[in-house]
């Protein structure tokens, strides 16, 4: 049996549970031919337990019009937000600090996000999400 072709990899950030074939995943779906309801199915329903969860998704659409998706963990960012029970980052993190997040929560969250981070060690994702949260205005106590 011939391997699938690739023929294009979407990637997309939706709210866990709530795909539907509105704006952004119908067009981005429909261009390749792909079926946007048997998408929103299976992917809510894969992410039925996260909501409230942003959860990034990677399609691999094959020649067939078939596809496969793979879930990521939330974005830095959605976690830290969170944690710090903040609505968004701020716009001026030299003079205003939103929030406060304690190492505790930094070392969960870099856990949960491990397998998406480019490190090889726990310590080394905990710096790379102090540095977002550095960079979001959060501070690290």
Known sequence: MASKTVKTIIKLQIPAGQANPAPPIGPALGQHGLSIQEFCARFNDATKDKAGDIIPVEITV?????????????PASDLLRKAAGIQKGSGDLLKTKVGKVSKAQIKAIAAKKL???????????????????????????
């Open 115 to 141: 397998p998406d981070l480019n490190a090889y060690s726990a310590e080394q994702a905990e710096k790379i999400i102090e540095g977002t949260a550095r960079s979001m205005g959060i501070e690290v106590k």
């Open 62 to 74: 094959y020649d067939d019009r078939t596809f496969d998706f793979k879930l990521k963990t939330p």
